[in-house]
């Protein structure tokens, strides 16, 4: 079973790179707009009730996608954009989370 520090941690990469696209593209600073905050929020709860998160590190490469259509391009517009970006802004979070990609790919 995931730790909670583990779902922590996801946690604030989820929100560390909605926040660097909320900045860039919707003009905020210390915030997320509503936009924004609302797809956190149902992000959040998404991972928050996910039974498969021990198995994936991303849920993009999950074979069961429990996010909306619309929340799923927008999340992945969101990764896309924030995902090379995340190395400027939160370096050590960013090798973490890439460490963490390397050892799910090793796994399969």
């Known amino acids: ?9 996801r946690e604030r ?3 560390s790179m909605i926040q660097i696209y909320c900045r860039a593209h ?3 600073h210390d915030m997320l707009c509503p936009s924004c905050e609302r797809l956190h929020g149902y992000a959040e709860q998404r991972m928050a009730s996910c039974s498969l998160l ?4 991303f849920c993009s490469s999950c074979d069961v996608h ?4 619309d929340e799923r391009q927008q999340i992945g517009t ?6 090379r970006r995340m190395v400027l ?8 989370h ?10 399969s």
């Open 13 to 15: 990469v989820l929100k």
């Open 1 to 9: 079973m995931l730790s909670d520090r583990e779902l922590r941690r």
């Open 78 to 83: 969101i990764m896309r954009y924030s995902g």
């Open 26 to 28: 919707h003009g905020t």
């Open 54 to 57: 021990d198995d994936r590190f």
């Open 66 to 69: 429990c996010y909306g259509p």
């Open 98 to 107: 890439l460490a963490g990609r390397l050892r799910q790919h090793n796994r």
């Open 89 to 96: 802004y939160h370096p050590l979070m960013a090798v973490s």
